[in-house]
């Protein structure tokens, strides 16, 4: 059975820390790139993250950059987005997937992720 099971999300305050993980059953993880999106009520689901299957090469939102880390472990059919320094405006429902840095095949159910003082 296909399935993305993302976890690790929760309440934190500013500047704090979390590790988002994904686990992928039933794919061969090292076919697919990884992308991390994030969606807030109201607003189109955001990219924020994405890295190939080819060469590792990570691409991320100017949002993001500098704050947030992907990577990915194939061989355990795992991947981690690293969110450091977060801000209020990082809090969404943080999505899972997996496909092509052009297109997605396979979502998550998603992880609420919530920035607050």
């Known amino acids: 059975q296909l399935q993305l099971v993302e976890s690790g999300g929760g309440l934190v305050q500013p500047g704090d820390s979390l590790r988002l993980s994904c686990a992928a059953s039933?794919?061969?993880?090292?076919?697919?790139?990884v992308s991390w999106f994030r969606q807030v009520p109201g607003k189109e689901r955001e990219g924020v993250t994405c890295?190939?299957?080819?060469?590792?090469?990570?691409e991320y939102a100017d949002s993001v950059k500098g704050r947030f880390t992907a990577s990915r472990d194939n061989t355990n059919g795992a991947a981690y987005l690293q969110m450091d320094s977060l801000k209020p405006e990082d809090t969404a429902v943080y999505y899972c997937?997996?496909?092509?840095?052009?297109?997605?095949?396979?979502w998550g159910q998603g992880t609420q992720v919530t920035v607050s003082s």
């Open positions: 997937a997996l496909g092509t840095c052009t297109g997605v095949r396979y």
């Open positions: 039933g794919f061969a993880l090292d076919s697919y790139a």
């Open positions: 890295m190939s299957s080819s060469d590792g090469d990570t």
